[in-house]
């Protein structure tokens, strides 16, 4: 009886010794690729983050390094954030020439619209990209500039231009486009919009304000 | 070294008599939703197989130090471990296939059949055997995957290769093919419903082929007689 206790003992910690030693050579392997990839995978990161950003922000506007600009603001209704959001201030010899704003359109078919902003400092729009979506494949998704340049058509527009009532979509008689069958997103990416501008018109003589911290330039 | 019968044999295996998304029917969950469209279908075959074929190799090769009791959990880890050091290599060093590769390797983490051929396969076999299979097995679901893809990419959007440009880059957008001029889409086929609907015509057409063939072979031996 013993003897069978000591062997069954014996068995579960051999089993357990080999199981652990594959834990380790597995933790030991991730450990050194997690070493070696990390600053490489973050700098690939910022990079895309960049491209991006100077998709929004033409890059003739600014000599800051837009990254390091980056602020956190609180969640707004006007940017329709429930969380804190990031926006990024652009400068040109040191005077404020744009932003880019972090906003969602909660109101989308399938939920939220992550959208990136740009607005230069005389509140024209510069540029708008869907940043993440779950809209309907083929039908919703020409939002996003992947699948089609729709979302081009905010450029140049302002608070002013078209006037308030004409921010809606061309069948709710309004002045932007949308694809028949799929109204519902383009509306929600529209109010998304103007909602950002009606932020930034709130919010331009803070952004305006010089840096409270000497930024370090590019 | 392995014969070129076994070579075959293993060929066939993964890709008609024992396909995994045909036969098996493993894995379906990336399969049904990945495949809306040829360019994410392949993308994602071609993950799966390369996953499958470091993982069957790299299970074979410490098989001796696996006691029976504890191989699940080692497999799954060797799997876990492998697929995160390619989805980190990927993202670091190449990282135009990782854009378009990236999103399909975790889900393939989840995927039962690199699980399943490690256990059922690579656990019994040699290292190159194994790579082999798990070769000739992703093979199999990739062509599955690309006839699902083409399938459901023409009936939903009359198209084929959209999306191509994400791969080669923007000259490639001339390679879409627009089967169908103006066609007005077909929703359902490319929602997750058409996914299942399209797999079930594909199992039903592949069970079809696979009796028609076996009364034939019947048919051309004559039954010995009942004494």
């Known amino acids: ?218 | 070294m392995m014969t070129m019968n076994e070579f075959r044999s293993l060929f066939h295996n993964g890709l008609v008599k024992q396909n995994t998304g045909l036969v098996q029917l493993l894995g379906l969950c990336p399969l049904l939703a990945i495949s809306n469209n040829v360019v994410n279908a392949l993308s994602l075959g071609l993950a799966t197989t390369m996953v499958m074929a470091a993982s069957s190799g790299a299970v074979s090769g410490v098989r001796h130090f696996v006691p029976n009791e504890i191989r699940i959990p080692v497999f799954v880890l060797i799997i876990a471990a492998l697929v995160t050091v390619i989805d980190l290599a990927m993202n670091a060093f190449v990282h135009p296939l990782y854009l378009l590769l990236g999103i399909f390797i975790p889900l393939i983490t989840t995927n039962c059949i690199v699980l399943a051929r490690a256990d059922a396969f690579a656990a019994k076999n040699r290292p190159l055997h194994s790579v082999i299979d798990a070769i000739a097995m992703g093979l199999g679901l990739t062509l599955v995957l690309i006839v699902l893809g083409a399938i459901r990419e023409l009936a939903g959007q009359g198209t084929l290769l959209s999306g191509i440009d994400l791969v080669f880059g923007e000259q490639a957008k001339q390679l879409v093919l627009h089967v169908l001029p103006d066609y007005q889409g077909f929703l359902l086929a490319i929602l997750p419903p058409g996914a299942f609907i399209a797999l079930g015509l594909l199992i039903a057409t592949n069970n079809w082929y696979k009796a028609r063939a076996e009364q034939r072979a019947r048919a051309a031996v004559p039954m010995p007689l009942a004494t």
Do not use: C
């Open chain 1, 1 to 218: 009886m013993n003897r069978q206790i000591q062997v069954a003992l014996k068995n579960a910690l051999r089993t357990g010794g080999i199981l652990f030693v594959f834990a380790l050579v597995g933790t030991a392997m991730l450990a050194f690729t997690h070493d070696r990839t990390e600053p490489v995978i973050t700098r690939g990161q910022l990079e895309q983050k960049r491209a991006l950003l100077s998709q929004v922000l033409p890059a003739s506007l600014y000599d800051n390094d837009l990254l390091a600009s980056q602020q956190s603001v609180p969640p707004d209704d006007l940017l329709g954030t429930r969380k804190p959001s990031a926006l990024w201030l652009a400068r040109r010899g040191g005077v404020f020439s744009g932003v880019v704003l972090e906003a969602v359109a909660p109101d989308g078919y399938s939920g939220d619209i992550a959208l990136l902003i740009g607005i230069d400092a005389s509140g024209t729009v510069t540029g708008v990209r869907v940043t993440a979506h779950r809209e309907t494949p083929g039908l919703g998704d020409y939002i996003d500039r992947a699948k089609s340049a729709w979302i081009d058509q905010f450029a140049g527009k302002s608070l002013n231009a078209p006037e308030a009532k004409h921010w809606k979509v061309a069948k709710d008689g309004g002045h932007f486009d949308a694809r028949a069958g799929a109204t519902i997103t383009p509306r929600a990416v529209v109010k998304a919009v103007k909602s950002a501008l009606d932020y930034f018109a709130r919010h331009r003589a803070a952004f305006a304000a010089p840096p409270a911290v000497k930024e370090t330039d590019a």
